[in-house]
C-alpha cells in the first residue's frame, strides 16, 4: 500500500509548489487524511502544549478517569464494549466566543498557551481552505465564506488522553466515525500510536511524527465538493502501556451557515442528476449527528435531504 501522505508546507514556497499541491489534492481525493510538517507552529509552542496537557491530565484527570473506570467495572469485562470509550476528554471553544477562562481546573499558564496555539491552528486552517479551494479549481476565500454564516465559524479543540487498556480488543479508545464538521487539526502524541483510517477496505495507522499536525476532512466538505473529496472511517486503538495524548481541534461552519455543493463543482448541465448531496443547516447536521456518531455517513445526509426543501439560502457573508 502506499505511505501515508507527509506534506511539507515550506516546498509551498518553491520550485516545488505543484508537486506538493499535486499530494495535497491526492490526499484529498483518495486518504481523507494528511500530515504536516513544517507548517509554520514553533516547536517549542507545540512542546509546552505537550508538557502542559500531560501534566494537567495527570493532575486533575487521571483520577477521574481511573473512578470512572472502576464504576463501570471496565477492566474486568469479558466480551466487545460498544457503548464507551476508552478515553479522558475536555472541550475548548475558541470561536465565535471563547470559554477558555471558564473551564474549571486549567493553570493560567495553560490556558494562556492554550489561547495561543489555537490562534495559530485557526490561521492554519484558513490557508489549509484556500489551499483545497485552489486545488478545487474554487475561488480563493470560499470554503471560508461558505462556513461563515452570520457570526463566523465555529472552532473548538476536544483535548484527549488514552491511558494504557488492559484490554484494548475489547473497548476502543474511540469508536469508528468520520467527522461531522469541516477540517480537522490534530496535535498527537509521537510516542504513543493508535489512530488509523479506513482505506480500502482495511485500517491503516496514522504514523506518530514528532511535531508535525494530522489533518482530515469532515462531512461538510464532502458535501461542498460534491464528493470529490471524502470524509474518512477513522479510530483509535487503546494501547496496552502508554498514555497517549490527542487534541483535535475542529474548523467547522457557523452554527447557521447553509451548506450545499459548490455550484462550480456541479456540472451545470446535469444539475439535478449530479448533485447527491443535500443542501442544510449545519447546526441541523449537528443534532442529528449527535445520535447518530457512529454509524454510517449516508443515512445522515438522506435525513438531511429529506428537511432539505425547507432550507433557504442563508446568511452570506458580505465581511
Known amino acids: 500500500m502506499e505511505s501515508f501522505p507527509v506534506i511539507n508546507m515550506e516546498k509551498l514556497n518553491g520550485g516545488e509548489r505543484r508537486a506538493t499541491m499535486e499530494t495535497i489534492k491526492d490526499a484529498c481525493e483518495n486518504w481523507g487524511f494528511f500530515e504536516l510538517v513544517n507548517h509554520g507552529i514553533s516547536h517549542e509552542l507545540l512542546d509546552t502544549v505537550e508538557r502542559m496537557t500531560k501534566e494537567h491530565y495527570k493532575i486533575c ?25 476508552w478515553e479522558s476528554t475536555f472541550f475548548l471553544r475558541h470561536l465565535p466566543v471563547s470559554n477558555i477562562s471558564e473551564v474549571p481546573d486549567l493553570k493560567d499558564e495553560y490556558r494562556k498557551i492554550m ?65 461531522a464538521g ?24 496514522v504514523p506518530p511524527m514528532r511535531h508535525s499536525i494530522v489533518i482530515n476532512l ?55 442528476k449530479e448533485q447527491v448531496y443535500p443542501k442544510f443547516v449545519f447546526d441541523d447536521y449537528m443534532k442529528l449527528y449527535a445520535g447518530l456518531k457512529f454509524q454510517a455517513k449516508e443515512p445522515r445526509f438522506e435525513a438531511m435531504k429529506a428537511v432539505e426543501a425547507n432550507v433557504s439560502l442563508g446568511p452570506i457573508a458580505t465581511a
Request: aromatic content about 8%.
Open 61 to 85: 484527570m487521571e483520577q477521574r478517569f481511573k473512578e470512572m473506570v472502576a464504576s463501570k467495572a471496565l477492566e474486568g469485562v469479558q466480551a466487545e464494549v460498544t457503548d464507551i470509550d
Open 182 to 205: 469541516g477540517i480537522i487539526l490534530l496535535f498527537q502524541d509521537d510516542k504513543v500510536s493508535g489512530l488509523q483510517l479506513l482505506k480500502d477496505g482495511e485500517w491503516v495507522d
Open 115 to 179: 489561547k495561543e496555539f489555537a490562534g495559530k491552528l485557526e490561521k492554519l486552517a484558513e490557508e489549509l481552505l484556500d489551499l483545497l479551494c485552489e486545488n478545487l479549481g474554487l475561488e480563493k476565500g470560499y470554503l471560508k465564506k461558505a462556513f461563515y454564516g452570520s457570526k463566523g465559524p465555529n472552532f473548538g479543540t476536544k483535548v484527549s488522553n488514552y491511558p494504557p487498556c488492559p484490554n484494548p480488543d475489547l473497548i476502543k479508545g474511540l469508536r469508528a466515525h468520520t467527522d
Open 218 to 272: 469532515g462531512d461538510q466538505l464532502e458535501v461542498i465538493t460534491n464528493g470529490k473529496y471524502k470524509s474518512v472511517l477513522h479510530r483509535v486503538i487503546a494501547q496496552t502501556d502508554g498514555n497517549r495524548m490527542s487534541l483535535a481541534s475542529f474548523y467547522n461552519p457557523g452554527s447557521d451557515a447553509v451548506i450545499y455543493p459548490a455550484p462550480a463543482l456541479v456540472k451545470k448541465e446535469a444539475a439535478e
